[in-house]
């Protein structure tokens, strides 16, 4: 199957995201980046780097629990060899959750430090969330604060403001919009942000899309999909992605009248099913392949 076509998803409210976050930094002591962990290189917005400048940050591999753990610490790793701080989480399930405390800490602990000489120990900390649509901002907020105070909902572009949240005595937490840029230089970037629902599916072709992901699957982790729909290596091996889409259609009874193929409803099951891991945990991205990655 070609590529994914062109899509326009920088509306304009992403151009107005971008000046709030740039009028807020001169509040804030650090920046938490958080990234899809599933797609740590994809999920990391090249224009946020200008934008945040030269404040300290730290960055949160979210969604840990849907990713591959060893890739997890590889990703983590290699972070930490470029001189930035980082932890893996799950907001869902609150795993890795009492770290994002003490790694703030590392972050700020010259800024702490200088506090403490100047006699102002215990001065709150104040935080900035930054990340793309859908990445987990609010659900991670509200994990932090323990109750749901930030707006959630599973579709990106929720987050419509900058909100203040305390999390504790000492910490404040700034959340921001999700923000996506404008132009993909490796296309494979804005396909799998489509993959893990950053881009809207009602701007999105979900059947090319799903065709797209199962030979994305087929070719990196043949095993997902052939345990989940049932299929044989021979079925896929040569066959399109809108083939394999059918395949699965038809064996699991997804069949309209006449007995034809419901394909929109299997490419819903298919995306679905990768979104939410019941296909595995499977990391798209890979540390060895992007080792230039910049925060």
């Known amino acids: 199957m070609e590529e994914l076509k062109s899509i326009q998803w920088f509306p304009g409210h992403m151009t107005k995201t971008k000046r709030k976050i740039e009028s807020q930094l001169k509040l804030i002591d650090a920046v938490a980046v958080l990234l899809d962990a599933r797609v740590p290189y994809s999920s990391c917005n090249p224009d946020l780097r200008s934008v945040i400048n030269n404040k300290p940050r730290l960055v949160i591999?979210?969604?840990?629990?849907?990713?591959?753990?060893?890739?997890?610490?590889?990703?983590?790793?290699?972070?930490?060899?470029?001189?930035?701080?980082?932890?893996?989480?799950?907001?869902?399930?609150?795993?890795?959750?009492?770290?994002?405390?003490?790694?703030?800490?590392?972050?700020?602990?010259?800024?702490?430090?200088?506090?403490?000489?100047?006699?102002?120990?215990?001065?709150?900390?104040?935080?900035?969330?930054?990340?793309?649509?859908?990445?987990?901002?609010?659900?991670?907020?509200?994990?932090?604060?323990?109750?749901?105070?930030?707006?959630?909902?599973?579709?990106?572009?929720?987050?419509?403001?900058?909100?203040?949240?305390?999390?504790?005595?000492?910490?404040?937490?700034?959340?921001?919009?999700?923000?996506?840029?404008?132009?993909?230089?490796?296309?494979?970037?804005?396909?799998?942000?489509?993959?893990?629902?950053?881009?809207?599916?009602?701007?999105?072709?979900?059947?090319?899309?799903?065709?797209r992901l199962l030979e994305y699957l087929r070719d990196n982790f043949p095993e997902s999909i052939i345990a989940r729909y049932k299929l044989t290596a021979d079925e896929i091996e040569n066959a399109q992605g809108y083939e394999i889409l059918e395949t699965v259609g038809r064996k699991r009874g997804m069949l309209v009248s006449g007995g034809e193929i419901n394909i929109e409803r299997a490419a819903a099951t298919v995306l679905d099913e990768f979104r939410n891991a019941t296909l595995g945990k499977i990391t798209l991205d890979r540390s060895a392949e992007h080792t230039d990655i910049k925060i």
């Open 61 to 211: 591999l979210n969604k840990c629990d849907m990713a591959d753990p060893a890739e997890t610490k590889r990703w983590l790793n290699l972070f930490r060899e470029k001189g930035v701080t980082a932890t893996a989480l799950d907001c869902r399930s609150g795993k890795g959750m009492n770290g994002f405390v003490p790694a703030v800490r590392t972050v700020l602990s010259e800024k702490l430090e200088s506090w403490k000489n100047k006699g102002m120990a215990g001065r709150t900390i104040k935080v900035m969330v930054v990340g793309i649509p859908n990445v987990g901002k609010s659900s991670f907020i509200n994990r932090l604060v323990g109750q749901n105070r930030a707006k959630v909902e599973d579709r990106p572009g929720v987050t419509r403001g900058n909100q203040w949240y305390t999390v504790s005595k000492g910490l404040d937490l700034l959340d921001t919009p999700g923000v996506l840029w404008p132009k993909f230089d490796d296309k494979t970037v804005g396909e799998k942000l489509a993959y893990i629902g950053s881009v809207k599916d009602d701007i999105l072709d979900t059947e090319h899309l799903a065709g």
